[in-house]
Nanobody, 119 residues
Framework: QVQLVESGGGLVQPGGSLRLSCAASRSISSFNAMGWYRQAPGKQREFVAASTQGGDTNYADTVKGRFTISRDNAKNTVYLQMNSLKPGDTAVYYC?????????????WGQGTQVTVSS
C-alpha cells in the first residue's frame, strides 16, 4: 500500500505554467513506474506521462514538448512541470504508482488536484 498526495493545481491563464507534485508515503523506487493521468468533465481518465524505474519517460502526444515528468527518489516525490498550458488541459490530475508482481499489475492513485486553464 502507498498513499499518494498531489499538490500544485490551480487556475492559470492560457500559455502559463504550473508544477504539480506527488508525495508518496513510501519509496517510489519500489514501484515499476510513477505517472500522471487526468480526467476532464464528462471524459474518461487518460494517460499524461510516466517515469519508469529504469529512468525512461513516456508522454501522451497531446502534452509532448510541453510537459515534463521528473522524480526525486530521495524525497519520494514525482513532479509534472506543465508549460504552455491550454484550455484543453483543464482536468483533475491524478498521480499513479504501478507495482507489477509476476503478471499482476497493481495501480495506486492519489485523490487528484484540479487544474483549470482559463482567461
Amino acid at each position: 500500500q502507498v498513499q499518494l498526495v498531489e499538490s500544485g493545481g490551480g487556475l492559470v491563464q492560457p500559455g502559463g505554467s504550473l508544477r504539480l507534485s506527488c508525495a508518496a508515503s513510501r519509496s517510489i523506487s519500489s514501484f515499476n513506474a510513477m505517472g500522471w493521468y487526468r480526467q476532464a468533465p464528462g471524459k474518461q481518465r487518460e494517460f499524461v506521462a510516466a517515469s519508469t524505474q529504469g529512468g525512461d519517460t513516456n508522454y501522451a502526444d497531446t502534452v509532448k514538448g510541453r510537459f515534463t515528468i521528473s522524480r526525486d527518489n530521495a524525497k519520494n516525490t514525482v513532479y509534472l512541470q506543465m508549460n504552455s498550458l491550454k484550455p484543453g488541459d483543464t482536468a483533475v490530475y491524478y498521480c499513479n504508482a504501478v507495482k507489477t508482481i509476476w503478471t499482476s499489475r497493481n495501480d495506486y492513485w492519489g485523490q487528484g488536484t484540479q487544474v483549470t486553464v482559463s482567461s
